[in-house]
C-alpha cells in the first residue's frame, strides 16, 4: 500500500484479462445456470408424454398380461401419480413479485427450481417402481 499526498491509503492491482477459454465456461454457466427451469419444464413434458403413452397401453392390455391384478393396478397407479406429479411440476407458480428487487426474483426462481427439481424426481421414481415391479414379476412369475 501506497499513501497518496492527502493520507489516503491506494492500493495498487495487476489484472490481467482471463483467458478466452475461462471466459467461454463463465458465459455457459451463466447460460445453463438460466436455462434450467426450460429444461426441467422439458423433462417433465416428456414424462407427461411417456405416463400417458405407457398408462394407455398397460390398460389396453390389462387383461393380456400374465400377472396378478392387483401388481397390474399397482403398476397403474404409479404411472398414473408419475402423470399427476409432472403435470403439477408443469404448472406455473404464479407469485406477485417486485420487479425492482433482484434478491426477491433469485428467491423466487430457486424455490421454483427446487420444486421442479423435487416433482421431476419423485415422477421419475414412480415412473421407473412401476416398470420394475411389471419387469420383474414377468420374469419371475
Excluded at 434450467?36 to 390398460?59: S, Y
Amino acid at each position: 500500500m501506497k499513501k497518496s499526498q492527502n493520507n489516503v491509503n491506494v492500493i495498487e492491482v495487476n489484472a490481467e484479462e482471463p483467458a478466452s477459454d475461462k471466459l467461454f465456461y463463465i458465459k455457459w454457466g451463466k447460460e445453463t445456470h438460466k436455462d434450467n427451469i426450460g429444461l426441467l419444464n422439458n423433462v417433465l413434458r416428456h414424462f407427461i408424454t411417456l405416463d400417458t403413452a405407457l398408462l394407455a397401453a398397460l390398460i389396453a392390455f390389462f387383461d393380456k398380461i400374465e400377472i396378478c391384478k392387483w401388481i397390474k393396478g399397482l403398476s397403474c397407479a404409479l404411472l398414473m401419480f408419475s402423470l399427476l406429479v409432472a403435470v403439477f411440476g408443469i404448472i406455473p407458480i404464479s407469485r406477485d413479485l417486485d420487479l425492482r428487487r433482484p434478491d426477491l426474483i433469485k428467491d423466487h426462481k430457486k424455490r421454483v427450481l427446487i420444486r421442479k427439481k423435487c416433482l421431476m424426481w419423485v415422477s421419475v421414481f414412480s415412473f421407473v417402481l412401476s416398470f420394475v415391479i411389471i419387469f420383474i414379476l414377468l420374469i419371475f412369475w
